[in-house]
């Protein structure tokens, strides 16, 4: 079974997290993955909604930030150039600004973690739609844990499970018969 990096989350106020992703073993843990998966994907859901609003948040305060900035910065290339500075004159000193460039910074990290967060999961979203697939095979006689058994085992092993209601297609032994 492959073990995929682990990728470290900064949560803001909630501390940091591990993500971790791994392979499904269908032999040993295919039914508790498929009851632990609403679950974990509730949670990150959560997870992700909580800092969607930090994020907004952190956004609003830097515009404040900016917009205190920007009337300070006004005041003083005024006082120094003996006249109204331009707009660009003001963004540039804006850009230069060190505490401007920290808080982009920290606002440009937290939108990666952001982003790690929303891959994550859309991973869970397709393990959803594996672990569905998986289950239907299992039930069916189809999946990975059949494939030494015989082909006349297998159409027994369908057709018993049609009896019991389960979905399968028909195999071309079949339709030939």
Do not use: C
């Not at 470290?8 to 106020?13: A, C, M, N």
């Not at 040993?28 to 679950?39: D, H, I, R, T, Y």
């Not at 009896?163 to 339709?175: A, D, L």
């Amino acid at each position: 079974m492959r073990k995929f990096p682990p990728l470290q989350v900064d949560l803001g106020d909630f501390g940091k997290h591990i993500l971790t992703f791994n392979e499904v073993n269908i032999q040993s843990n295919l039914e508790q993955q498929l009851v632990e998966q609403a679950s974990d994907y509730a949670w990150y859901d959560r997870v992700l909604t909580e800092l969607k609003a930090v994020h907004k948040n952190k956004v609003l305060s830097h515009n404040i930030w900016l917009a205190e900035q920007h009337n300070k910065i006004v005041e003083k290339l005024t006082k120094s150039l003996g006249k109204k500075p331009t707009v660009k004159d003001v963004d540039a000193a804006l850009q230069k600004d060190e505490t401007n460039i920290n808080l982009q910074r920290e606002l440009i990290n937290f939108e990666k973690d952001v982003d790690k967060i929303r891959g994550f999961l859309t991973a869970l979203s397709q393990k959803h739609s594996n672990l569905k697939e998986l289950s239907n095979r299992e039930r069916a006689g189809l999946s990975a844990l059949s494939r030494n058994v015989p082909e006349e085992d297998l159409i027994e092993k369908v057709k018993e499970n049609r009896g019991r209601g389960h979905k399968t297609t028909s195999t071309r032994r079949e339709r030939e018969e």
